[in-house]
């Protein structure tokens, strides 16, 4: 099995414990961190992308996807072949179920003290503040797009690294995007920016015993993965089409 499997298995996996888990403590009943609010959630998604980076790259993926839409714009613009897309997706994915488990496990016996299924679903997967399909992609594209356009503005050989991630700089700041661009644009959808992040964990609510727990919400779910992968090929086209 290729390393940079591993390491796409074990990144999302953390990203999402520490990113699904810190909307578990601050949404769950009795959950210590219950009703942290907004600057606490996006905090600790910004740990988690931190998190997820560095045990990515240390087993072995030394770009650090943990996101399909991250993935895809790679490919585009030529630095994977489509067998190396395609197996770190699914690598991805299966991190993204892993880790929503996780965090089921920690806030067992959170579940059945929650009445409110919308807040039991929002421990796994987003949705729409309003719901509006074509607001709601048009945010997650916007929001995905920035994403993906300052990675490569970071990395770019004239960005903040020199284009050296070596320099260790390379995980602090995408976790400074992360947490940027949840404070500035993920109020309409919650900001899924990866189609991982989301639907892998809301497979995990659809089949775990999670007690009541109601819907998944499928209707909605082909937003946050279609939204981030129409994003993220546009920041790639226009890396290319602009030399960075």
């Known amino acids: 099995m290729p390393a940079s499997f591993l390491g796409e298995v074990f990144g999302t996996m953390v990203l999402i414990l520490f990113g699904n888990g810190v909307v578990a403590n601050v949404l769950l009943t009795q959950s210590k961190g219950n009703g942290g609010g907004w600057i606490v959630i996006t905090t600790g998604w910004a740990f988690a992308v931190m998190c997820g980076v560095f045990t990515a790259t240390a ?20 630095g994977y072949d489509f067998g190396t897309a395609v197996m770190h997706i699914v690598a991805q994915f299966i991190g993204a179920f892993i880790g929503a488990t996780l965090v089921w496990l920690t806030y067992l016996s959170h579940w059945e003290v929650t009445k ?35 990675i490569f503005a970071i990395f770019s050989a004239n960005g903040a690294t020199g284009g050296n991630p070596a320099s260790g700089l390379g995980p602090y700041l995408v976790a400074a995007l992360v947490w940027g661009i949840g404070l500035s644009l993920g109020g309409p959808t919650g900001y899924a920016i990866n189609p991982a992040r ?9 089949v775990l015993p999670i007690a009541g727990k109601g819907d998944s919400n499928w209707g909605y779910s082909w937003i946050p993965v279609v939204g981030p992968l129409i994003g993220g090929s546009i920041a790639a086209l226009l890396a290319n089409a602009l030399g960075m």
């Open 59 to 78: 087993l072995g993926s030394p770009g650090a996807d943990i996101n399909p839409a991250v993935t895809v714009a790679v490919l585009i613009r030529g």
């Open 198 to 206: 989301d639907l892998g964990p809301r497979i995990a609510h659809f």
């Open 116 to 150: 409110d299924p919308g807040l039991k679903l929002a421990c796994f997967s987003t949705g729409p503040a309003i719901s509006n399909p074509v607001n709601n992609i048009i945010t997650e594209v916007i929001g995905t797009f920035a994403l993906v356009f300052i």
